[in-house]
Every structure is written in structure tokens, then in C-alpha cells.
């Protein structure tokens, strides 16, 4: 599953963009990586692992903005077509997995 965090978050005064910037730190140590401008993405292993995830982040919730999270199968992932201009690209792949017995 892929779980996408997109949010729009004011930063209009020195508080809310320091709000704005913890909020965007704390998804990329949760290992969320930007794919668009506020729109980040991070490979969960399985809907459990995602809803976990999406706990953690509400926690995390920055005072004012919006913050919408969606989980997506990695088969409605894939269905995904990325243009960059008028060219087609190919979207991020699956990370590879460590598995430990």
C-alpha cells in the first residue's frame, strides 16, 4: 500500500511556517519522500502498517491547515501515469525490502 499525505498549511507569520516545517520534517524522518509540492508518499507494507502510520500523524497534526491522508493499493498505485511537460514517466517503484528470518 502507498499512504499520500497531502496538505496545505498557511505561512503567513514566523509561527505558522516553523509549524509548516516541523510538520514537513517529521514526515520525511517517518520516511515519507515528496512527490509533488505538499504531497508526500510512503510505502507501508500492508493497510495495518498504513493505519498505524496515519495515527502517528494525527498526533503530529500541525495547529491550522488541512492535512488529508489516502491509502492506496499498490495496484491502484501502478495505475498511475506521471507526465513531467508532455513526456510520460514512470512512477516510483516498490522500495525493496529487507527481510530478516
Known sequence: MWLFAMFDLPVTDRESRRS???FRKYLLN???HM???SI???FCENEKS???FRQRIE???PPSGE???ISVTDRQF???KVFFGKKAIASESVPDQLLLF
Do not use: P
Open 30 to 32: 517517518e520516511g515519507f
Open 78 to 80: 501502478a495505475k498511475m
Open 40 to 42: 508526500y508518499i510512503r
Open 67 to 69: 492535512v488529508r491522508l
Open 35 to 37: 512527490i509533488q509540492f
Open 59 to 61: 498526533q503530529q497534526l
Open 50 to 52: 498504513s493505519n498505524q
Open 20 to 22: 509548516y516545517a516541523k
